[in-house]
């Protein structure tokens, strides 16, 4: 069984018991057994094709979840809106898994969005981020790179991930994960912890070439590797998933990764990212310069 880390709900009003259960035969059929869904977009989002209020999206998403300990709901927040803490509150209050934010108009290290994001973290929830090119229709691209998001090394505790391997700029994504990683084994403060969400984003020619960098860097990345598709609940898309899933397949079998690291990257990453997963692990950072690596004990947070 697979757990999805990027599932997006398409459509307002979607939701009713016959829907639900058409997206789960479906995953199923993709060998998907959950994973983690993405509310609709906040009214200020580009996105948003509705005005739904901030209250419906939540509740969409909770109908969408509920009664499913495999389905993660993420709340969907711009953090510059004026009610943004209002709308976290209520989403806390409903026990949501995590927050899903794309910076499509100011950088990650704005400091009202900064301040939104500490408070998240203090919260023990994750933040689920869009990096990369954003279709978007928008000059946009500059605030989604991967090193605009070094800011959040200052926020303790934070638990985030960079969706697509900010494709095009796979390799500055690794960069960056490598720096939180050396920074966590340098700094007892930095204990930000960056995941790598491989959802694609990468066309399919890129796709062995991001992957060997990811996997063959010499980072310590098993731990943090969360397999998605950015599918849709409404019309599951069988094909897409199963196709990319068969692509990295074939792509991972050249690394000859064991059946302990896969297990990581298609479900049990998402659940340590998501906060429900009891597993203690630890990690070797790379030392400065990157010469060396050096053993860090017990869990990483
Ligand atoms: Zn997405």
Redesign the pocket.
């Known amino acids: 069984m697979i757990l999805d880390g ?1 599932i ?1 709900i398409s459509l307002a009003g979607d939701f009713d018991g016959d829907t639900k259960q058409l997206f789960l035969e479906k995953a199923s059929q993709a060998g998907v057994g959950g994973g983690l869904v ?1 509310s609709l977009p906040p009214a200020s989002s580009q996105f948003s094709e509705t005005q739904l209020s901030n209250e419906q999206r939540l509740h969409d998403l909770l109908n969408w979840c509920q009664g499913d300990p495999a389905l993660f709901p993420f709340y969907w927040i711009d953090p510059l809106e004026d009610d943004t803490q209002v709308q976290i509150d209520n989403a806390l209050a409903a026990n949501i898994s995590g927050f899903k934010v794309i910076c499509n108009c100011f950088y990650p290290s704005d400091p009202v969005a900064l301040d939104v994001f500490r408070y998240i973290a203090a919260k023990n929830r994750p933040i689920l981020f ?1 990096s990369g090119i954003l279709w978007d229709g928008q000059p946009s691209s500059k605030y989604n790179m991967p090193a605009a998001f070094e800011a959040l090394i200052e926020i303790p505790k934070l638990r985030f991930a960079l ?2 391997i900010s494709w095009p700029w796979c390799d500055e994504h690794i960069a960056v994960y490598g720096k939180f990683l050396n920074a966590y084994g340098n700094r007892k403060d930095a204990t930000a912890e960056m995941f790598i969400d491989i ?1 694609p984003g990468t066309p399919e020619l890129y796709r062995r070439e991001a992957l060997l960098k990811v996997f063959r860097v010499g980072y310590d990345v098993c731990h943090n590797v969360i397999f ?1 598709s ?1 599918s849709f609940t409404r019309n599951y898309n069988i094909d897409w998933v199963k196709r990319w899933l068969d692509i990295d397949r074939k792509i991972l079998d050249e690394f000859e990764l064991n059946k302990e690291a896969l297990n990581l990257i298609y479900v049990e990453n998402l659940r340590r990212f998501v906060g429900i997963s009891k597993h203690h692990i630890s990690r070797t950072a790379p030392l400065q310069g990157q010469s060396g690596f050096t053993e860090l004990p017990g869990d990483i947070r």
């Open positions: 990027h997006h993405i869009h969706a697509h959802s998605g950015d």
